[in-house]
C-alpha cells in the first residue's frame, strides 16, 4: 500500500513543487505570482521517464524595484530537482525543473508574442496563481499578434522535419519519435490557429481556456482521415510508452500534413486576417504590470490612510 502511494505521488508532484515554490520565495525575496507546466506533461506525451518543466512569474516588493541597482534585480532564475540536479540537498526521486521570469521581463516576451511564455501563460496545468494567470490572460489576449505566433510554430514545424539527416545521427536516431510529435504539435497548432482565429469561428474572448496544447486533441480538431489519425495515435502512444526509434508510415503522414499545412500558410500569409496585436493597446500590459508591482504600497496606504505607509515596506 506505502508503495503504491508513492508511486502515485511521485506521477503528480503538484505538493512537492509548491513546497520548492516557497522555498524559492523565501530564498530570493520574490513573490511568485503564478507557476504553471510546460512540455510532454502538456502535450500529452509524457512517458515515465519524462520530467517535469514548471515555469513561473515572480515579483519583488516595490522597495526593491526602487532601490536596488539594474543589475540587483534578477530577470530569471532556475532550479533543478532530482538525479540532474547538481547540489546533493537537491537530489531525490522527482526529476524537476523550476525556472522563474521577474514580471517586467515576462510582460517583455509576452509583448514580443514569445511562443514559449504564451505557452506557459496559456497552460491547461496551473500550479498556483489561478485568479492572477486569468488576469493576465485577459490582458495579454488583446495585445498578442496571432499572426507572428502562427508563423512561429510553421517555421518551428519545418525545423524538426530533417529526419534523414537525424537518422544518420546516432544520438537523434534515437529520439525520432520526439522530432516526430514535436513537428505534428506545431504544424496542427498552426492548422488549428488558422481555422479558428483567421476564420474568425471564435472571438479571443472565448480562447482563454480555449486553446489546445495536447497533441492527440489537435489530432482529433484537425485529421479527418481515419487511417491517418490511427498512424499517428500510435506515434503518441510510443511516445509515452518510451518508445523513440522511427516509424516511416507515421513519418509518411506526418510528410503529407506538413504538405497541407504549407499550402493552407501560403493561401493565408497574404490574407492576415488573424487578429494582430496593436500598438495602441500595449499600455493595457503596461498598466498591469505597475498596478501589480505597486499593489503592496496601495493597499498599505489606504489601510492607513496615507502614504508614509511605504517607509515601513
Known amino acids: 500500500m506505502e508503495k503504491d502511494s508513492k508511486k502515485k505521488e511521485s506521477r503528480n508532484p503538484r505538493q512537492f513543487i509548491l513546497r520548492k515554490l516557497k522555498d524559492l520565495e523565501e530564498k530570493y525575496g520574490f513573490e511568485v505570482l503564478f507557476a504553471s507546466e510546460r512540455g510532454s506533461h502538456v502535450w500529452g506525451t509524457a512517458c515515465e521517464e519524462s520530467d517535469w518543466d514548471v515555469k513561473f512569474v515572480y515579483k519583488f516588493p516595490l522597495r526593491k524595484y526602487i532601490t536596488a541597482g539594474k543589475n540587483e534585480i534578477p530577470s530569471f532564475v532556475k532550479h533543478v530537482y532530482g538525479p540532474r540536479a547538481k547540489i546533493e540537498t537537491e537530489r531525490g526521486d522527482w526529476d524537476i525543473e523550476i525556472s522563474g521570469f521577474e514580471l517586467r521581463d515576462a510582460a517583455s516576451k509576452i509583448r514580443s508574442t514569445d511562443p514559449c511564455m504564451f505557452e506557459i501563460l496559456f497552460s491547461p496545468t496551473i500550479y498556483h496563481g489561478e485568479q492572477f494567470v486569468a488576469k493576465l490572460r485577459e490582458v495579454t489576449l488583446k495585445i498578442l499578434s496571432w499572426e507572428r505566433l502562427k508563423e512561429y510554430y510553421i517555421r518551428y514545424g519545418k525545423s524538426q522535419m530533417s529526419f534523414d539527416k537525424a537518422r544518420k545521427i546516432s544520438k537523434l536516431k534515437s529520439k525520432m ?45 484537425q485529421i479527418s482521415d481515419k487511417k491517418e489519425i490511427d498512424t499517428l495515435s500510435r506515434v503518441i502512444k510510443n511516445l509515452r510508452s518510451g518508445k523513440r526509434g522511427e516509424d516511416l508510415d507515421a513519418e509518411q503522414v506526418i510528410l503529407n500534413v506538413r504538405e497541407r499545412v504549407l499550402k493552407k500558410a501560403e493561401n493565408y500569409r497574404d490574407q492576415k486576417k488573424s487578429k494582430k496585436g496593436h500598438k495602441k493597446e500595449e499600455k493595457v500590459l503596461e498598466d498591469f504590470v505597475f498596478r501589480e508591482i505597486t499593489a503592496e504600497f496601495v493597499q498599505r496606504s489606504i489601510k492607513a490612510g496615507d502614504s508614509k505607509t511605504f517607509l515601513k515596506m
Open 177 to 221: 519519435a520526439k522530432l516526430y510529435g514535436y513537428s505534428l504539435r506545431a504544424f496542427l497548432s498552426y492548422d488549428w490557429m488558422v481555422e479558428n482565429i483567421c476564420e474568425s469561428k471564435l472571438d479571443t474572448k472565448d480562447l482563454v481556456n480555449g486553446i489546445p496544447f495536447d497533441l492527440e486533441t489537435l489530432i482529433k480538431y
